[in-house]
């Protein structure tokens, strides 16, 4: 009798252990996953986009970027791209990430609108929401012209709130 109950507390307490490890290895990722944001502070780097010539008045044109947080083995996935306008006064480059559940918009130069083709969202041509689900415009990255060169520094992806 004895023995049945050792055997038996031997086992409750292997089932124990057994569920503290699991629970250890399933939760370690997922806090590390929490606090990343906080222990990995994303630096900002300017990104080249092209030679200012190659940018005509009043015209918005797709960009190549890198994804400014991308995670270590995002790979091909950390390309993304923005929407880059000139004016008069210089140059606006617009996140290509929608503001409602971050979807890439298109720009329709004859309607002069951002459209995003996941949810119907629509923005105007300074990215203010004009229709659909989002509530916050289109964020804007830093653009300089650094000589002849035209450079982004992408803000990271910020999508509904
Ligand atoms: Fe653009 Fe929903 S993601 S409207």
């Known amino acids: 009798m004895n023995d049945v109950l050792s055997r038996r507390a031997l086992y409750n307490r292997i089932s124990i252990a057994g569920v503290a490890l699991a629970s250890v290895v399933v939760s370690v990722p997922i806090i590390g996953y929490l606090l990343s944001p906080f222990i990995n502070k994303q630096e900002r780097v300017w990104q080249d986009v092209g030679a200012v010539d190659q940018f005509k008045l009043d015209t918005t044109v797709q960009v190549n970027l890198q994804d400014p947080s991308p995670l270590p083995w995002a790979g091909e996935t950390a390309l993304t791209s923005a929407w880059l306008r000139r004016t008069d006064s210089g140059f606006?480059?617009?996140?290509?990430?929608?503001t409602?559940?971050?979807?890439?918009?298109n720009w329709n130069q004859g309607g002069q609108l951002f459209l995003c083709p996941c949810h119907g969202g629509v923005f105007n041509a300074e990215g203010q929401p004009a229709g659909g689900p989002p509530q916050r415009p289109l964020q804007?990255?830093?653009?300089?012209?650094?000589?002849?060169?035209?450079?982004i520094r992408p803000v990271p992806l910020r999508v509904r709130g």
């Open 140 to 151: 804007r990255h830093d653009v300089r012209v650094n000589g002849s060169r035209v450079e």
């Open 100 to 105: 409602h559940l971050g979807c890439p918009v």
């Open 92 to 98: 606006i480059a617009f996140s290509i990430h929608c």
